[in-house]
């Protein structure tokens, strides 16, 4: 009978450190042959203060992992983004990421978006894009925002400042997934 117990003790033993073994080897792998490779890739981008990798959403789906990259004081988020998004195709492979831009967005700014991203939205169905433009300029200028709207074959890109605090949105052309 205690022979019987000792094995069954020592099979539990076995699944717990081959358990142990098989989290710590991911952990170690996230950590190190995903997370710091991503590090270093965005340490050169300037405007770029900060970047947190989450694989929390990559245990629960096994798919996606997620970037939050923070962003200082920029001048251009079209070309801050663009070089974002290029890092992170070079790198390849077949994971997924969710990209999320993080700034330094205060109510008053969250509220200026409000009310011109019906502007944007009219854009991407009519195309008017210009129009667009002139029209956030116009209401950032009531507001007292400080606005750059840059357009690419992919994206609306609308960054404001205001009294040292910033916004970013990214919005895309086609129905997919917006980036704030």
């Given at each position: 009978m205690q022979d019987?117990?000792?094995?069954?003790l020592l099979g539990v033993v076995t699944v717990i450190?081959?358990?142990?073994?098989?989290?710590g080897g991911q952990f170690v792998w996230n950590r190190y042959a995903v997370a710091k490779?991503?590090?270093?890739?965005?340490n050169g981008i300037q405007g770029v203060e900060q970047?947190?990798?989450?694989?929390?959403?990559?245990?629960k789906s096994n798919e996606q992992v997620s970037i939050q990259v923070k962003l200082?004081?920029?001048?251009n988020l079209q070309k801050v983004y663009t070089e974002v998004i290029k890092n992170l195709e070079k790198k390849g492979g077949t994971q997924?990421?969710?990209?999320?831009?993080?700034?330094?967005?205060?109510?008053?700014?969250e509220d200026f978006y409000y009310s011109v991203h019906y502007y944007i939205q009219e854009a991407i169905v009519t195309g008017k894009f210009a129009v667009m433009a002139e029209r956030i300029q116009s209401q950032s200028n009531s507001a007292g925002v400080n606005?750059?709207?840059?357009?690419?074959?992919?994206?609306?890109?609308?960054?404001?400042?205001?009294?040292?605090r910033a916004m970013y949105v990214i919005t895309p052309r086609s129905h997919s997934k917006e980036v704030r």
């Open positions: 019987n117990s000792m094995k069954w450190v081959t358990l142990a073994l098989l989290l490779p991503l590090d270093k890739m965005f970047v947190t990798v989450d694989f929390n959403d990559q245990i200082g004081d920029i001048d997924k990421y969710d990209l999320v831009i993080q700034d330094d967005r205060s109510p008053e700014l606005t750059q709207v840059y357009v690419d074959t992919d994206n609306i890109y609308l960054q404001m400042k205001k009294n040292g």
